[in-house]
């Protein structure tokens, strides 16, 4: 095989590869916008009067992230401004809370009663987490998508290049024509 005929080849196989790879990525990304936002219909999750989207149900993962932000600030409401890692264990006698059992409010048993706030946070937080990862997956396959169509201009771009300039021997032929003389030669050393 010659050099010309290897140069086309890959660059062709190159250039199939490029947009093979490129719808791909559009498919698998399609597929997973239409997965994350038929996964958040079927919840029917819809906003609260409070967020921007009152009312609307949540099927995208630009709603999901919206609903979440909601939900922590629910969460920041119920907690008093405090989140998890600032909030006692149990509930103190007076009132308030504490991480200490022996300050804690005791119930008909003798234990520390826990702080259910803290069970408030821990289910915002599942909530909140599951999504945001709709958010993210659906974030993920828009790239893949934008991705995909990168590779197939590259890879179309890259087949008309090989062809134009290693295909037609007329655009070889200008180019050597057009070189100077000498071009590309190694000049002997003087002798001496």
Do not use: C
Not at 9 to 25: D, K, M, R, Y
Not at 47 to 57: H, R, Y
Not at 59 to 83: C, M, W
Not at 161 to 167: A, D, E, P
């Amino acid at each position: 095989m010659t050099a010309r005929k290897f140069f086309i080849t890959g660059g062709l196989l190159s250039s199939v590869v490029l947009i093979a790879v490129g719808i791909a990525l559009i498919a698998m990304g399609v597929w997973g916008r239409g997965e994350v936002r038929d996964q958040l219909r079927s919840e029917q999750i819809y906003g609260t009067e409070d967020s921007s989207i009152a009312g609307k149900l949540v099927d995208t993962g630009s709603e999901a992230k919206i609903f979440a932000d909601t939900i922590k600030r629910h969460a920041l409401e119920a907690a008093g401004g405090k989140t998890y890692a600032q909030l006692g264990r149990y509930l103190k006698a007076g009132g308030g809370d504490t991480n200490d059992p022996n300050e804690a409010a005791k119930d008909d048993n003798g234990n520390p009663i826990p702080n259910p706030v803290r069970n408030t946070w821990v289910t915002a937080t599942a909530l909140r987490t599951a999504l945001y990862m709709s958010y993210l997956a659906e974030q993920i396959a828009t790239f893949a998508i934008v991705l995909g169509v990168a590779l197939i201009l590259v890879g179309g771009g890259f087949g008309v290049l090989t062809i134009s300039t290693l295909w037609r021997p007329d655009i070889v032929g200008r180019r050597e024509a057009l070189a100077p003389a000498g071009a590309g030669e190694v000049p002997s050393p003087a002798a001496g």
